[in-house]
T-cell receptor, first 116, second 111 residues
Framework: GAVVSQHPSWVICKSGTSVKIECRSLDFQATTMFWYRQFPKQSLMLMATSNEGSKATYEQGVEKDKFLINHASLTLSTLTVTSAHPEDSSFYIC????????????FGPGTRLTVL | QKEVEQNSGPLSVPEGAIASLNCTYSDRGSQSFFWYRQYSGKSPELIMFIYSNGDKEDGRFTAQLNKASQYVSLLIRDSQPSDSATYLCAPKGDSSYKLIFGSGTRLLVRP
């Protein structure tokens, strides 16, 4: 199997606070994980690529100081939304690259963030 | 021009019919092509992938790839109401693990 979990599944926070989202590969080691954001009725937008033990690579237009990514182990990557504002409210989804065969990404169930 | 283009739909088909979903891409360096299904409020789940020109069949699903035309499609035979979802096309380049997602086609299968 290739199971990816995310925690929490949903979170509501006040404007100005920081929120941490965890992404775990449960039954395989993931050298590379990806973080996406999806606004309602829009497609997935890649935010950053996270490699274990190194700094994340952010896509153009994504603020690296606002969206902190840490990939501390082969099974865990975290995304911290710092000083969240209502416009950061979105569906955040991680995926993990299994690293064998055709390089398929397996997606976590997503985290719905609402910033009040 | 968008990197990946899909008709947003909705594509409405009756139960039991064949649903045909199309996708064009601009990056000629794309080597692998993935189709994901996404139900409303859920994350994408992999349907199938294809990397060689021609057809690839997996159960009720057939992916078709034409690299010369930069075109990939997904056929769903014997469509079921449970197939109603948004289908995302995602090419992948040879030198990167990144997937570039299209905006998706919403499929409605009428009972």
């Amino acid at each position: 199997g290739a199971v990816v979990s995310q925690h929490p599944s949903w979170v509501i926070c006040k404007s100005g606070t920081s929120v941490k989202i965890e992404c775990r590969s449960l039954d395989f080691q993931a050298t590379t994980m990806f973080w996406y954001r999806q606004f309602p009725k829009q497609s997935l937008m890649l935010m950053a690529t996270s490699n274990e033990g190194s700094k994340a690579t952010y896509e153009q237009g994504v603020e690296k100081d606002k969206f902190l990514i840490n990939h501390a182990s082969l099974t865990l990557s975290t995304l911290t939304v710092t000083s969240a504002h209502p416009e950061d409210s979105s569906f955040y989804i991680c995926s993990a690259y299994k690293g064998e065969g055709v390089d398929t990404q397996y997606f976590g169930p997503g985290t719905r963030l609402t910033v009040l | 021009q968008k990197e990946v283009e899909q008709n947003s739909g909705p594509l409405s088909v009756p139960e039991g019919a064949i649903a045909s979903l199309n996708c064009t891409y601009s990056d000629r360096g794309s080597q692998s092509f993935f189709w994901y299904r996404q139900y409303s409020g859920k994350s994408p789940e992999l349907i199938m992938f294809i990397y060689s020109n021609g057809d690839k069949e997996d159960g009720r699903f057939t992916a078709q790839l034409n690299k010369a035309s930069q075109y990939v499609s997904l056929l769903i035979r014997d469509s079921q109401p449970s197939d109603s979802a948004t289908y995302l096309c995602a090419p992948k380049g040879d030198s990167s693990y990144k997937l570039i997602f299209g905006s998706g086609t919403r499929l409605l299968v009428r009972p």
